[in-house]
């Protein structure tokens, strides 16, 4: 057995997947004996924990980054990650429900954003938005979902109203940074892992 094969199977174990699982991208990655599969797992299990976040946390992150990317291997994983870390059904809902309001925000805040026109920000959204009103996993690290999910899906508006917030909000830098870092490496997992 190849070593990329050997890290393959190690990266499919991770997600509970049989180790003659392949996709279009883990056989090119295979048949083309790229040294990445490596940088890959390590990425991915770097998004387990963190010097900033709790455990539960980076799991729900993880896990609404998942859901936005509409990757059914990762979701199940953070799901089962979130629970494992003692996150509340609720909370697990949050996270998913968060995915889907920032992606209708996110497509809706970047037409504005690109248009630059002013009758645009005259017209009522008629967007409901309670979910945000009182997260039931708090409104920082709402916030701090929210800012990742903008940050996967381009909206410069929102990545920039976020980090304010949550900076007002009392979030540290590093805060910020490792939810994006952990976003950024959810997404890039999910090119691969589907």
Not at 31 to 49: C, E, H, I, P
Not at 166 to 178: Q, S, Y
Request: with cysteine.
């Amino acid at each position: 057995m190849s070593e990329i094969t050997e890290s393959i199977e190690e990266v499919l174990s991770i997600f509970g997947l049989d180790n003659t699982y392949r996709n279009d991208s883990l056989t090119l990655l295979e048949k083309g004996n790229a040294r990445y599969v490596r940088d890959l797992k390590l990425n991915f299990n770097s998004t387990l924990t963190s010097n900033h976040l709790s455990e539960k946390e980076c799991a729900l992150v993880g896990l609404s980054i998942a859901v936005n990317n509409g990757n059914k291997i990762l979701t199940d994983f953070y799901t089962n990650l979130a629970t494992e870390k003692e996150a509340t059904a609720e909370e697990i809902a949050e996270a998913v429900g968060c995915a889907s309001l920032l992606a209708l925000n996110n497509v809706f805040y970047r037409f504005r954003h690109f248009t630059g026109k002013e009758k645009y920000t005259q017209i009522p959204a008629r967007i409901r938005m309670q979910l945000m009103s009182s997260p039931v996993t708090g409104k920082e690290f709402f916030e701090l979902m929210s800012l990742a999910v903008s940050a996967v899906n381009g909206c410069e508006m929102c990545v920039n109203a976020h980090e304010k917030s949550l900076l007002h909000l009392g979030a540290t830098e590093e805060r910020v940074f490792d939810a994006v870092r952990i976003a950024s490496i959810v997404t890039a997992t999910g090119k691969v892992v589907y």
